[in-house]
């Protein structure tokens, strides 16, 4: 599945982008999202001088956002290649990068989270309301990354009702794609 989609780029530097959304139609049974390119589904890669985007950069973006986490530049010391963290490491700040560009790890000079996504774009925080939903078998979260929206189940909530439990919003998908790396 992976290589079929890196036969499908899109260049983020010739092609005017207005809108960059993820899908993920039911995160408790699926958790890779449909990348939205200005209201169409786009199964590819977006590429960008030497970056390749994935939808995992994109659920990546996703966490650190709701973390509140500064993105930095993580740049590989091997091949010279930017680094985006996704699942755990999206929102857990480390020093041993694993590049998965030419697979070597490297160490940064301090704890840190890369993202390519937001040295290109200048992406908005995530303003969450303070609302609760019950969810039961069916979670569809939408993430609109120049936007800064969330929608879970089509509403902006900051805690959901899951299996007689609340929990909050950003503990609950952190929990979800702790995996997604
Ligand atoms: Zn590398
Ligand atoms: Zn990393």
């Known amino acids: 599945m992976l290589e079929e989609i890196y036969n499908n780029r899109l ?20 958790v890779i999202p449909k990348i939205i390119i200005n209201n169409k589904v786009f199964n590819g890669v977006l590429e960008y001088d030497k970056s390749l985007l994935t939808y995992k950069d994109f659920g990546g973006i996703m966490l650190a956002k709701l973390n509140n986490i500064p993105l ?10 930017y680094h985006s963290d996704n699942g755990k490491f999206a929102y857990t700040p480390h020093r041993t990068h694993l590049c998965l560009y030419c697979g070597h790890l490297f160490r940064a000079k301090e ?6 996504l937001a040295m290109i774009y200048n992406v908005p925080e995530i303003k969450l309301q303070d609302k609760l939903l019950k969810i039961d078998n069916h979670c ?5 990354m120049l936007k800064g929206t969330l ?19 950003v503990e609950f998908l952190n929990h979800v794609l702790k995996n997604e790396f």
């Open 11 to 30: 260049n983020i530097k010739q092609n005017e982008i207005k809108n960059i959304s993820i899908k993920y139609e039911n995160i408790l049974e699926n």
């Open 72 to 81: 930095e530049m993580v740049k590989c010391s091997h091949c010279g290649r």
């Open 111 to 116: 704890r840190n989270i890369g993202s390519e």
């Open 140 to 144: 569809c979260v939408e993430y609109n």
């Open 151 to 169: 929608l879970i189940n089509n509403q902006n909530v900051n805690r959901v009702l899951f299996k007689d439990k609340e929990l909050d919003i």
